[in-house]
């Protein structure tokens, strides 16, 4: 039996879902607003949590993150109000599994609610299969940046030396990272993430290193840190820029001698575990500033891998697109494709958030646009909404997407001139005329100019 917990200040509301998700075959539990959830989940394995939105102080959404950070395997589905689109692609964006609009209707919540607990039950059943599943999920496309981070990676796996993931958001770090964990000698150890900027300064020492009882007042039991909890596998440090000066010197030390000392503790604990650490921020001039110690931007830079930001990964975009509407298709969605003027479009945004953003706004065109295929019109209208237009589209003339389109055609069917003329919606002929007026190297094209 799967355990639900309902976090809904409304207690009609949280009778009436209870009483039906009961009668689904699932335990449940109840809390009025954010503390009283954590307290339940440090309290007991849940499987999926209900989230409002509107909870009294703590918001759902200001919840979500820390959820999604330290039960990482227990699903939520987040209820928001009538109509608010923009807060379920928020939901989604901050790892929500899906929203459900309220009023619920029970049908569609009993099957979200299935399929994200049959997502949790395969997840438990083989944590291996599903790290080899999201390790596969990277679309490593054909820009010569990425192709050398690949190799790069596939060297560096096996080994145990230290890696140190840089790139902006949303370039896929956080990806890298389970890849090269995968990848590793010690794959079949756990996988332990901590993300140094989410966490109070206060509180990441004894999180990280773990405490003694008694060492501060509320320490009333030992509890492991997180280095200790990924002993025998991969330790990943994420935004690790974002450590106090003072923890820098201490997990220099602990990558040093391989040794944890607790809060409180006289002794150090043995811990061998591989380091993954990663940072959206200029880690030299983080060094040269002093805000980033040299000597453990040494230490955990044996291996440096550069995820290439969006933009300069070439013809990327439309696989990667095409690779997250196969996703939701699979999620249950209707099948949606994109007209090539509105994949045009995609490919002269300048995606500030990356790859993350393409997927964000690829779900979101999938989930609000109204006939099957997604025009330039519905692109033009969700990009870069609350956003200046110089960050947003990069103006072109008509005649440079016209030759951007072609040129993306015949990349993306290798130089073969029906395919991709077919795929353009124009004759052969007119494909031939345009590759003469834009004098255009298609052999050059498809190798990759
Ligand atoms: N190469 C890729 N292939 C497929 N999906 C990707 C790729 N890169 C990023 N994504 C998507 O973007 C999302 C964000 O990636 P990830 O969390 O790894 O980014 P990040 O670099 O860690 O970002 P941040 O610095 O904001 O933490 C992923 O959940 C995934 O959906
Ligand atoms: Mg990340």
Known sequence: MSRVLIVDDEPNLRRVLGREVCAMGHGVKEAEEAEGALRILESMEVDLVLLDVNLPGRSGLDLLPELRQRWPRTEVIVMTGHGSVETAVQALKAGAYDYQEKPCHLDELEQVLNKALEKRSLAERSDALLDSASSAAIEW?????????????LKVAP??????????TGTGKELVARELHARSGVASGPFVAINCGAIAPTLVESLLFGHEKGAFTGAVRRKLGLAEVA??????????AELPLDLQVKLLRFLQEGEVLRVGATTPVEVQVRIVAATHVDVDAAVESGEFREDLYYRLGTVRLELPPLRDRGGDVPLLVERFLQEMVARGRPAKIFSPEALGIFETYAWPGNVRELRMIVERLSILS???????????????????????????????????????ALRRFRGDKPAAAKALGVALKTLYNKIKSFDLDVDAIVAGG
């Open 231 to 240: 002993s025998g596998g991969t330790l990943f440090l994420d935004e690790v």
């Open 370 to 408: 109204d006939g099957d295929t997604i025009e330039a019109a519905d692109v033009e209208r969700r990009l870069g909404r609350g956003r200046g237009a110089g960050s947003g589209l990069s103006l072109m003339t008509l005649r440079e997407a016209e030759q951007k389109l072609v040129v993306l």
């Open 159 to 168: 080994t145990d030396v230290s890696v140190l993931i840089l790139g902006e």
């Open 141 to 153: 496309g054909g820009s010569p940046a990425m192709e050398q981070v690949q190799a790069d990676l």
